[in-house]
């Protein structure tokens, strides 16, 4: 979609999805399938088509843009207002869908589109003269031990030569692209496999990509072959003239500068989509006056290290069996049962099989369906950096979790960072559980003093901003 901004410029916005646009998998770095410079390349000629630019005169990639193996990237391609000579600052932005309206805009690209493009002579002669035939049939082979590994789309070369400090090559889409070519300036895949010539030309320096482009001009859209022919300019930089199989321009890049992708630019460019994946934080709740279930019961041996405040035997039952009989006999059902326990020994599978089957009893019988059970622990998670939590009291926490819901949750989980006052306490507050109803309708609570926090998911703290790659 292309909306025109009132001081002269354009933004032009769109969506990048594996759905979508199934050749998005098939260009991977060191195991990461990132967006290839030649699509950027084609957002920028887009943008210079939809202003009345016929150069990309510049662009330069700043990050690179992983595309998740699920939902999609939203796209946004800015061109200012022209200045004097008719040139437009042009920036590339994206932002994972998954993070909706409040995710952050990551600038992966800028440049500058150009009125007036390159008018280059036709392609005279065809296979080059005088070259030197380069091994092609295992191209791509080579190339991925190298770490760039292209799938079937973009394995697009079949001919190479080198004259000199030239370079040729003879590439195409395959098949089940060609259909698509007309829809793009030029295929994304195709226009990628013309560079591949210098990637295996290169592979000595661990592998090459294109994050600088100068002087782009397209001469003509919708190709499915290319004859490429590169001349080196230096510093890693390197001339590219594209033509159809008639010798006829296809498109001019006056400069592409290479460079291998280092590690530290992909785990830059997985810190910035990690917004949509949110991390768990147990926030304090405002202070506000609750109280605990006016029937409550503890089913269980004590628990001298989660609660150690005497418990009337009247409240006190061996095991669900025990409840359920004594309901039966007359008892009220009551609001809250209550499992303390600390946990067990690390690695103690039985403490959370035990909670487990608890829970599939719980949920089997009806008598409980207006009733909540409560697991109360000790240590079971930590609020802060700065709180303990051992492992060993982890396990009957969880199993808060795990069994399945009615209409409402029944099950919770409290956990306290210390024990109770001792059982000797007079406090009344040491001798009912803690409540798990409170007004915010938290299900699951750590009881490090005063507030109580529960757990919330947040996304994880802003990356620093990151250097150009």
Known sequence: MRVELADGGALLTGRLSHRSLGWLGDHAVAGVAILPGAAFVELAVRAGDAVGCAAVEDLTLQAPLLVPATGGVVMQVTADAPDGTGRRPVRIHARPESEGEDGAWVQHAEGVLAPVGADPEPLADWPPRD?????????????????????PTFRGLNAAWRRGDELFAEVQLPESERKNAASYGVHPALLDAALHVVVLDRLAESGQLAFSWSGVTLHAQGATALRVRVRQLGDGAFA????????????????????????????????????????????????????????????????????????????????????????????????????????????????????????????????????????????????????????????????????????????????????????????????????????????????????????????????PPRERY
Do not use: K, M
């Open 131 to 151: 070259a030197e035939t380069l091994p092609a049939e295992d191209a791509y082979e080579r190339i991925a031990s190298a770490g760039i590994a292209y799938g």
């Open 240 to 463: 590219f003239h594209l033509y159809d199989g008639t010798g006829q321009p296809v498109l001019t890049a006056e400069s592409v500068a290479v460079r291998p992708l280092s590690p530290a630019d992909l785990s830059a460019a997985r810190t910035g989509t990690e917004n949509s994946l949110f991390r768990v934080d147990w926030t304090p709740l405002p202070s506000a006056e609750t109280s605990g279930p006016a029937r409550w019961v503890v089913l269980g041996e004590r628990c001298e290290a989660v609660w150690p405040a005497e418990v009337d035997a009247r409240r006190r039952y061996a095991d669900l069996a025990a409840l359920a009989d004594a309901v039966d006999a007359g008892a009220a059902v009551p609001e809250a049962v209550v499992v303390p326990g600390a946990g067990g020994a690390p690695g103690d599978r039985h403490v959370l099989v035990d909670a487990l089957e608890l829970c599939q009893s719980w949920l089997a019988d009806d008598r409980w369906a207006e009733s909540r059970l409560v697991f109360l622990t000790r240590d079971a998670v930590a609020t802060s950096p700065t709180t303990r939590s051992p492992i060993s009291h982890t396990p009957r926490c969880g199993a808060w979790s795990a069994p399945p819901s009615r209409n409402s949750p029944t099950a919770s989980c409290c956990s306290t960072a210390t024990p109770p006052r001792s059982r000797r306490s007079s406090s009344a507050r040491h001798s009912a559980p803690p409540s798990p109803n409170s007004p915010y309708g938290t299900e699951c609570c750590a009881l490090h003093g005063s507030p109580a926090h529960p757990p919330r998911t947040v996304p994880p703290v802003p990356s």
